[in-house]
């Protein structure tokens, strides 16, 4: 199984005991989503909707890709892949 990073913001690290940057295996990045929720179960709330789907304040990238949700579940990692949620702010 592939082994890839994936980074979250900064403002929901505190529901991963201060970490930002994680080492995981998973086939899709849904995959890699749903195992980083298995292991820091408070984040589940922060990262997807009930549908399991990604908020959309909290795009995912693949390697700099913003991935659809189409993606998010057929696409196929690779070792060394680098997932990131990247948080859109909103002014005014």
């Given amino acids: ?17 201060g970490h930002q940057r994680f080492t995981l295996e998973a086939e899709t990045p ?34 700099d890709r913003k991935q ?3 993606q998010l579940c057929r696409t196929r990692l690779q070792n060394d892949d680098r997932l990131e949620f990247l948080e859109l702010s909103s002014g005014g």
């Fill in 68 to 70: 659809t949700a189409e």
């Fill in 1 to 17: 199984m592939p082994v890839v990073t994936i980074e979250i913001p900064e403002g929901i690290a505190r529901y991963s005991a």
């Fill in 30 to 63: 849904l995959a890699a989503v749903l195992e980083l929720c298995r292991q820091y179960p408070d984040l589940r709330i922060r990262l997807l909707r009930t549908d399991s789907s990604v908020h959309a304040h909290l795009p995912l990238f693949l390697n």
